[in-house]
């Protein structure tokens, strides 16, 4: 069983940079896909980023230039580092894992994910 636990939301002025983290700690044995989704009120998730295990990302079209994706493993840490952060990011964001298969391309789709975090609130301010 995977444990993920974000923390870094908060609110922030338009233009602006958070750093948002997830503790996956309570890792079990292998390796996992992570991501990072967020939920706007009454909308499905989007998923924002993914990483491999190998460091292979990918990005939602609407994040890419101002988000950065990267795990630290010796931690079992992800971060979404967030620049330059519009008030259309305002969200709830979630991190995610799955355990990693060379039979799967990278995913930012929900449905692909196991295991899933409680979320953390991010508002932004024009």
């Known amino acids: 069983q995977v444990q993920l636990v974000e923390s870094g939301g908060g609110s922030v002025q338009s233009g602006g940079s958070l750093r948002l983290s997830c503790d996956a700690s309570?890792?079990?044995?292998?390796?996992?896909?992570m991501a990072w989704f967020r939920q706007f009120p009454g909308k499905e998730r989007e998923g924002v980023a993914a990483?491999?295990?190998?460091?292979?990302?990918t990005y939602a079209d609407s994040v890419k230039g101002r988000f950065t994706i990267a795990r630290d493993f010796p931690k079992n840490t992800q971060y979404l580092q967030m620049d330059n952060i519009k008030p259309e990011d305002t969200a709830m964001y979630y991190c995610?894992?799955?355990?990693?298969?060379?039979?799967?391309?990278?995913?930012?789709?929900?449905?692909?994910?196991?295991?899933w975090g409680q979320g953390t609130q991010v508002t932004v301010s024009s």
């Open positions: 995610a894992a799955r355990p990693f298969s060379n039979f799967n391309s990278l995913s930012r789709r929900a449905r692909d994910y196991n295991y």
């Open positions: 309570r890792y079990t044995k292998g390796a996992y896909d």
């Open positions: 990483i491999s295990p190998d460091g292979g990302t």
